[in-house]
């Protein structure tokens, strides 16, 4: 989706076109005077301008320097009256990317949009995208660093999705680093932290004097934002009431903070990033759908470890040299063992998971000049092993049934009191699996909060948010501990 603005005084021709470009998904801006265009570049920035020559308050081509000093550079594509000779001089000359006549049939005019906007895709594929902090040169990366350069350069709403510890935090700074925002703040906010009761005040601040105890004012983290990035952590937990807020703050663009008596204005971009899949959450009605359509403009996945072996050594060298400087040892080499290790390896947990094995080999070996598999933890060698051993026996062991879960390993439940709509019954199956999964770790755990994280490959937050859920809880470490309700 692009944001186009079409200046033109005709209205007739101005709200076809304008029509038949939102009917496109495109995000449309109108202005019928050089001096509302002038206002409008102002306000927002655009990829792509319609831009008629003749206009009441002057000639359009006076805008044209004016369009191409803009930050972002939109394209523009001249409009001309019906067999004006010098259309296509006159776009020349004047530097605009093309021209169009207002006689063009429907899909002359939709090609005309079409070939502008992929002229600016490939030119800005072609710019720099600083990438702090993610390494990988494969294909898949390099793919998702296209998507986000070109995310970051507009002002679109980016999802980024993808499996716990892909890097979506790592994506998200990446966004507002390359964006026009990147001189503001970067604000995150964990949603599975959030909790309801304070979530205004936490975003929107308050007044002096707005309850007992508020001694003076205190800004909230809209106010931190404005100007910058929003980043939403863990989208999908906020509850519906929650969600409601944030879809009328994404709608006004303004908010109040407590004890304050009119609305402030705020601009900011939002990044939101999820590990479920809100789709699926949208149709069991646990996420709005009015929310999952506006937060996500464009959607980005970072690939999971697994589909990226060749960036593995890369990933494992960067991370291990940022583990060793800060413990103040020597670098160690990682033997080709160790490596083919890792690649034969699933990595449920991702870049997290690596970085934690790598941590734990460290804290094994901390002085060894090379590493094998015979430093790792027994677990996770253990844990190594058996991936290899599922992952080479796969092809050749025929299914004994069909594909599916074995309903003997379900439970009761699932197979035979749950309603057979699908979005239901996958909800349940979901839930259920969280649970018995969640039960298991706790009791591998001995309710030790530090080693769940690192088996579980979870970010602490979102450990939290599914024990929470689950209304399980971690009791203190101690022998024989383990999670109860
Ligand atoms: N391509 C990469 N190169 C180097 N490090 C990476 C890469 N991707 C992820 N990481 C590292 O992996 C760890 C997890 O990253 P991050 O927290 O961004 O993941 P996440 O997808 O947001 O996880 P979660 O869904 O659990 O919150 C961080 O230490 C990050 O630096």
Redesign the pocket.
């Known amino acids: 989706m692009a944001h186009i603005l079409v200046i033109d005084d005709d209205a007739f021709f101005r709200e076809f076109l304008c029509r038949l470009l939102a009917g496109e998904g495109h995000e449309v801006t109108r202005a019928a005077s050089v001096a509302e265009a002038d206002g409008q570049v102002l306000a927002a920035e655009f990829d792509l301008v319609f831009l008629d020559v003749r206009l009441p308050d002057g000639s359009g081509l006076d805008l044209l320097p004016r369009l191409r000093a803009l930050p972002n550079e939109p394209e523009v594509v001249i409009i001309t009256g019906a067999g004006d000779p010098d259309g296509a001089e006159l776009a020349i000359l004047s530097g605009a990317w093309d021209y169009i006549e207002k006689s063009a049939s429907q899909e002359g005019l939709r090609l005309a949009c079409l070939r502008a906007l992929r002229f600016r895709e490939k030119k800005q594929d072609a710019l720099p995208v600083r990438r702090p902090?993610?390494?990988?040169a494969s294909a898949a990366?390099e793919r998702t660093l296209r998507q986000l350069g070109r995310a970051a350069r507009s002002q679109a709403n980016v999802l980024i999705v993808?499996?716990?510890?892909?890097?979506?935090?790592?994506?998200a700074r990446a966004i507002h680093d390359n964006s026009s925002r990147a001189q503001a703040e970067l604000v995150i906010v964990d949603c599975a932290g959030l909790q309801e009761t304070i979530m205004a005040s936490e975003l929107f601040g308050h007044r002096r004097g707005a309850f007992t105890g508020a001694s003076g004012d205190k800004p909230g983290l809209l106010a931190r934002a404005h100007g910058g990035t929003l980043f939403l952590?863990?989208v999908s937990e906020l509850s519906l009431d929650m969600q409601k807020g944030f879809l009328r703050l994404l709608e006004s663009h303004t908010y109040r903070p407590l004890g304050e008596n009119r609305e402030i204005p705020v601009d900011f971009r939002l990044v939101c990033?999820s590990?479920r899949e809100l789709a699926d959450m949208v149709a069991a009605a646990t996420f709005r759908a009015d929310l999952f359509y506006r937060i996500r403009a464009v959607t980005i996945a970072?690939p999971p470890l697994r589909d990226?072996a060749e960036?593995i050594h890369d990933?494992a060298e960067?991370?291990l040299t940022r583990i060793c400087r800060c413990a103040k040892l020597p670098l160690p080499a990682l033997s080709t063992d160790l490596i083919d290790l890792f690649c034969g390896y699933d990595w449920p947990g991702?870049?997290?998971e690596?970085?934690h094995v790598l941590e734990a080999l460290v804290a094994a070996a901390p002085l060894e000049p090379e590493l094998f598999p015979s430093h790792l933890p027994r677990d996770v060698r253990v844990r190594f092993v058996r991936s290899r051993a599922a992952r080479t026996a796969k092809p050749t062991q025929p299914p004994s049934r069909p594909a599916g879960p074995d309903p003997a390993c379900l439970p009761y439940s699932l197979t035979a009191d749950v309603p057979l709509n699908w979005d239901v019954y996958k909800h349940t199956a979901h839930a259920q699996v969280e649970r018995v999964y969640l039960e298991r770790l706790i009791g591998a755990c001995q309710g030790d909060i530090r080693t769940a994280i690192t088996v579980s490959g979870?970010?602490q937050?979102?450990l939290y948010g599914l024990l929470r859920k689950h209304g399980l809880g971690l009791r203190p470490s101690g022998p024989g501990a383990a999670g109860t309700q």
């Open positions: 902090g993610i390494i990988g990366v993808g499996e716990t510890g892909v890097g979506k935090e790592l994506y952590d863990e990033a590990n970072p990226m960036d990933i960067y991370h991702n870049v997290r690596l970085v979870l970010s937050s979102r």
